[in-house]
Structure formats: C-alpha cells, structure tokens
C-alpha cells in the first residue's frame, strides 16, 4: 500500500520530464523559440536541465518500490 504513491510520483515526473523533453527537441528542431521573450539558447537549456531532473526524479520514485 505504501508503494502506490511513489508509483504514482514517479509516473507524473516521468511524463512530465519525458514531454518536456520532446516538446523542447521539437520546437529547437523546428528553429522555433522554446519561450518567448528570452534567449534562445538559454531557454532551451534551461528547459532540457528541468526535463532531465524531472526524469531522474522519477527514476529516483521508482527505485524506491
């Protein structure tokens, strides 16, 4: 019973990082802005380091089962 909510935490950090991860990939593939009114370079940066802390967040969930 306890493990459910490390399931749980673990599946929306996994989603989370792992849609931030791809909608990041896609917009500087497609040479579009990631946010508007900064840097390119900057947010897209910034915005692929929080996609992977999300996602080791939820390995991190997950291997606490």
């Not at 917009?27 to 802005?33: A, M, S």
């Not at 900057?42 to 996609?51: D, I, Q």
Request: hydrophobic share 60%.
């Amino acid at each position: 019973m306890e493990s459910a909510p490390a399931i749980f935490a673990g599946a929306v950090f996994s989603l989370f990082g792992g849609g931030l991860l791809a909608w990041t990939a896609t917009r500087v593939r497609q040479d579009r802005p990631v946010a508007e009114g900064v840097r390119p370079v900057a947010s897209a940066a910034f915005a692929a380091l929080v996609a992977v802390l999300a996602l080791a967040a939820g390995t991190w969930c997950f291997t606490r089962l």
